[in-house]
């Protein structure tokens, strides 16, 4: 059974860092991609990165360019989103999706989702 947590998500103030981690069984990284997303309250769900499980090739929203680096650790089974320089809009919950069969994200068509993490940003 494909199973993914999330965790790690919490309260900081805007311009902090969070680490969330995908936690990830039931089937082997070769092969496959995982993708994290977010919806905020009101807001359609968007992509945020996406990582090939294969060969780590990555993509970014353009609205996380630069501050967000999505990683991955095949020993461990889990994958990271590391989010820096948090801004209050960065707020949602975080889900991480997976893909079978793909080394890319079609974000309407993952195959398993996560329960999703909530992060807020405020002061």
């Known amino acids: 059974e494909v199973q993914l947590v999330e965790s790690g998500g919490g309260l900081v103030q805007p311009g902090e860092s969070l680490r969330l981690s995908c936690a990830a069984s039931g089937f082997t990284f070769d092969g496959n991609s995982i993708a994290w997303l977010r919806q905020a309250p009101g807001k359609e769900r968007e992509g945020v990165s996406c990582?090939?499980?294969?060969?780590?090739?990555?993509y970014y929203a353009d609205s996380v360019k630069g501050r967000f680096t999505v990683s991955r650790d095949s020993a461990k089974n889990t994958v990271y989103l590391q989010m820096n320089s948090l801004k209050p809009e960065d707020g949602a919950v975080y889900y991480c999706a997976l893909k079978i069969g793909e080394t890319w994200c079609p974000y309407y068509g993952m195959d398993y989702w996560g329960k999703g993490a909530l992060v807020t940003i405020s002061s």
């Open positions: 990582i090939s499980l294969t060969d780590g090739d990555v």
